[in-house]
């Protein structure tokens, strides 16, 4: 009884996997924006926290556009980064932490090579710091606000 459970629940999962692989809009219909821009920033925490330890860093996504937008930010990165340090007023890039640097990344990356309303992608930067970055002090969500701010004014009039 018990092996024909089992060889059920591995055909299951054979078929869930093979849709998944051959499909990826049924496994992934209900992702949110939101959880994609999640997977991205955590791969460019993890190539920061990489290269500061000089290894070599190959990132794993479970959804598939976040791959994407995680190699064309990547392949534009140095003009990225060049963007915010015009922005950060006596301050360096470097001196940021490593989870904020991926937050700001990726609003800049949404700012320069997307169609999204502005006040979005920043209000959505300050989310993601709140959730993750945000110490006991609450104030790197106001940093982060300050910094795409006047990137934004800058960038798109």
């Not at 869930?16 to 821009?37: A, D, P």
């Not at 920061?48 to 479970?62: A, C, K, T």
């Not at 340090?85 to 904020?100: I, K, Q, V």
């Not at 700012?111 to 993750?132: F, G, H, N, R, S």
């Amino acid at each position: 009884m018990h092996i024909k459970l089992c060889i059920f629940l591995c055909a299951i999962v054979s078929i869930y996997v093979n849709i998944c692989y051959n499909n990826s809009e049924v496994c992934y219909m209900n992702v949110t924006r939101r959880e994609i821009r999640v997977e991205v920033m955590n791969a460019l925490y993890q190539y920061d926290l990489y290269l500061s330890d000089r290894l070599p860093f190959i990132p794993y996504f479970e959804i598939e556009e976040a791959e994407e937008i995680y190699n064309e930010l990547m392949s534009r990165i140095a003009f990225l980064d060049q963007i915010i340090e015009e922005h950060l007023y006596e301050y360096s890039l470097g001196r940021l932490a490593f989870l904020d640097r991926a937050i700001i990344r990726l609003a800049v990356y949404e700012m320069v090579d997307t169609d999204l309303p502005v006040q979005i992608i920043i209000d959505e930067a300050i989310e993601l710091t709140k959730i993750y970055s945000d110490l006991d002090d609450g104030k790197q969500h106001r940093f982060t606000n300050k910094v795409l701010d006047n990137i934004a004014k800058t960038r798109r009039g």
